[in-house]
C-alpha cells in the first residue's frame, strides 16, 4: 500500500491520509481500552519502578512480560499517563524510533492516546522499552501496553491513501466559548492555508476544514490534535473527513469560502411573507470582546513565511435582557435543545431542568404530547445548548439513552399542555426561578463537569448527616452513595453544609443528581427550607 511521508520534529512519520473510525466505534475501542487500562494497572507499576538496583529492573521487565501475554501482541499501542498538553506531533516525535507510525488516535480528556505502527514488531520494541525504561512524551512519563484492537478503523474511503483527503473534521469537546469560523480560521490557519470551513451542531460541536493541499492537512492534524482553543477548554480531536470538498454557500460564522470572500448572504424572494406575530425572534446580547489565545510564536508548525493575524475576538454571552439585540452574522443556532429518550413514568420538567441547569440557565421545559418521551427545553443561550448537547448527550437516565441535540425551534411555546403520568403539568415556566445558576455575578465560579460517580452538594443544613442523605435516597427510590466527606464548613459558611457524595457509577450518580438537585429539607425552628444543590464533581472518587 502507497503511504505518503511527512516528517517533522524528531523524525519521519510515515502514513497515509486516512479518516479515523466513526464516533460509535470510537466510543467503544475508548471503553475497551478502559478495561485494558485496569487490567495492566500492574504492568504501569512495574513499568514505574525502574531503578538503579538490576534486581528491581529485572522484575519490572519480568512483569511487563507476563503483562504483555494477557493481551496478545497488536501493532496498536495503548498510550496512557499524557499530560493535558500533548498533542499528535509529541506521541510521533517521541514513538516514531520505534518504527513507522501509521495513525494515531487521541483521547484528550481521558488523558489517553492509540497509536498504531506499521508491525507488530515496532509496537513490541515500544512496549518493552517502555517496560524497562522512562519514556518521556513531553516531558512527561507515559505508560505502554497492547491494545485489544489490531487496527485503528478507519471508513472505507479513507483506506485509499491516493484519495488525498485534505478535509479534516475537528470535533470541539467541552466547548465553553463560542466557535465561529474566525476563531477556526485563527486556529488553522498559521499552521496551513485554509480555504473553506463549515461548522454544524447537531451532535455536539464539529466542523470542516479544507486545506490548500494534503500536507498542509498532515501538518494541521499533527499540530492541533489534542489542543485546547482555550485553556482547559474547547478541546480538538481531529480526524479525516469523508468529503475531499467543502460546498460553501453563503459567509458568516457557520461557513466560510475564503477563496471567495465576497460571497454573501442569499437574500429571500421579495414575494409578500407570513406576518409574524411578535416581528423579528429576540437575539441574545453581546458585550464586550475577549482576546483569543494565540498560537504560540515560536511554535514549530507556525508559518513563518507569511503574515498572520495572531489574535481574534469571541464575544461573552450577556442575559437575554440586554439591550443590544446584535449578532454577528445572520447564522446563529438555537437556544432550544430536543432531549428523546425520557422514561415516560420518572421524567418530567422539574427533573429536566435539574440535570440542564448545570450547563446553563433553563428558561421553559415542555413534553411534546406528540412524540411520547421527547422534551423541548429552551436555554438561555444556544451555547447553553452546545454545552447541554457536548455533556448529556448519549447519557443513561433510568435505563434510558438519551439524545439531546439543536432543535430546529427557536423558543418553546406552551401549546398542547397536558398531564404527565406522575401528575406534573408538561410545561413549566422556569425563567424566573432562583435556582437557575447562571444569572448572576457567582455565575463565573460555576465549573462545567460531565457526568461523574462523584456529586458535590452544598446548601445543606448544618444539621445534615450521611443517615439523612441515604434516608433521602432510600424514599425517592434512587441508589445509595457508597462514600461521604463533609468539607470543614467556614465561619462565613457556617449556617449550611458542603461536601461529597461518591456513588458507584455514573449512572447511579445522574439519576441520584436529577431527583434530588433542589430537594427542599426543612428542619425544626427554621422558618426557611434549605434548598439542597447539587453538581458534578473535579473529583474522581474520595
Sequence with gaps: MEEREYRGGGGGY??????????????????????????????????????????????????????SHRIPPSPVVHVRGLCDAVVEADLVEALDKFGNICYVMMMPFKRQALVEFDSVESAERCVTCGAREAVCIAEQQAFFNF?????????????????????????????????????L???????????????????GIQAMVEFESVEDAQKAKLALNGADIYAGCCTLKIEYARPNRLNV?????????YTKPFLLHRERGKGRQRQAILGEHPSNGY??????????ANSRYRRSSEEVQDMISYPLLLPKTSPSSSFLGHGASSSVAMVSGLHPAKMNCSRIFNLFCLYGNVEKVKFMKSVPGTALVEMGDEYAVDRAVTHLNSIKV????LNVCVSKQQAVIPSQVFELPDGSSSYQDFSL???????????????????????????????????????????????????FKVFDAKPASSKTLSGLLEFDSKTEAVEALTVLNHYQIRIPNSSNPFTLKLCFSTSSHL
Design 185 to 203: 480560521y485563527t486556529v488553522c490557519n498559521p499552521v496551513g492555508n485554509v480555504l473553506r470551513i463549515v461548522i454544524f451542531k447537531r451532535n
Design 287 to 296: 458585550g464586550p470582546h475577549c482576546p483569543l489565545l494565540p498560537l504560540p
Design 433 to 483: 426561578t432562583r435556582n437557575n445558576r447562571f444569572s448572576n455575578v457567582q455565575s463565573s465560579r460555576n465549573i462545567i463537569q460531565p457526568p461523574a460517580a462523584v456529586l458535590h452538594f452544598y446548601n445543606g443544613p448544618p444539621t445534615l448527616s450521611q443517615h439523612q442523605l441515604h434516608k433521602l435516597c432510600a424514599e425517592h427510590d434512587v441508589p445509595a452513595f457508597s462514600k
Design 249 to 257: 454557500v453563503r459567509n458568516d460564522n457557520s461557513s466560510w469560502d
Design 14 to 67: 510515515h502514513r497515509a491520509a486516512k479518516r479515523l473510525r466513526t464516533e460509535e466505534e470510537e466510543a467503544g475501542a475508548e471503553e475497551l481500552e478502559d478495561g485494558e487500562e485496569e487490567e495492566d494497572s500492574a504492568g504501569e507499576e512495574a513499568a514505574g519502578s525502574g531503578g538503579a538496583e538490576s534486581r528491581r529492573r529485572r522484575s519490572a521487565e519480568k512483569d511487563a512480560v507476563e503483562d
Design 147 to 183: 491494545s485489544t484492537s489490531q487496527r485503528i478503523t478507519r471508513p472505507t474511503n479513507a483506506d485509499d491513501p491516493s484519495s488525498g483527503n485534505k478535509v479534516l473534521l475537528l470535533s470541539i469537546q467541552n466547548p465553553l466559548y463560542p466557535i465561529t469560523t474566525d476563531v
Design 398 to 401: 433510568f435505563g434510558k439513552k
